[in-house]
Nanobody
């Protein structure tokens, strides 16, 4: 079992930056992959980025070059550095962990409660 708690969301202006954090507890060793997803009400949950245990990272085309996913194993924390934010980035952001693999689909084993990011023009 892994528990995930996101933080760091908020309201920023377009072009601004924000860093999201995801604190993990429980059996963190079981997480082969951790990732970030985002969702707007009425829309499907969208994959944003992921990182595996070798620190290999992947990004959605919509955020590549602007967002950076990283983790601090000692602190059991996942991060998402978000730069050059656009109103299109407005969403509820969720961190997720999977026991088996990284996936572009929202089928990870564990999820946080989400943190809201709002980007204004």
């Amino acid at each position: 079992q892994v528990q995930l708690v996101e933080s760091g969301g908020g309201s920023v202006q377009a072009g601004g930056s924000l860093r999201l954090s995801c604190a993990a507890s429980g059996d963190t060793r079981s997480s082969s992959c951790m990732g970030w997803f985002r969702q707007v009400p009425g829309k499907e949950r969208e994959w944003v980025a992921s990182i595996d245990k070798t620190d290999s990272t992947m990004y959605a085309d919509s955020v590549k070059g602007r967002f950076t996913i990283s983790r601090d194993n000692a602190k059991h924390t996942l991060y998402l550095q978000m730069n050059s934010l656009s109103p299109e980035d407005t969403a509820m952001y969720y961190c997720a962990a999977d026991r088996t693999k990284c996936s572009l689909l929202p089928r990870y084993n564990y999820w946080g409660q989400g943190t809201q990011v709002t980007v204004s023009s």
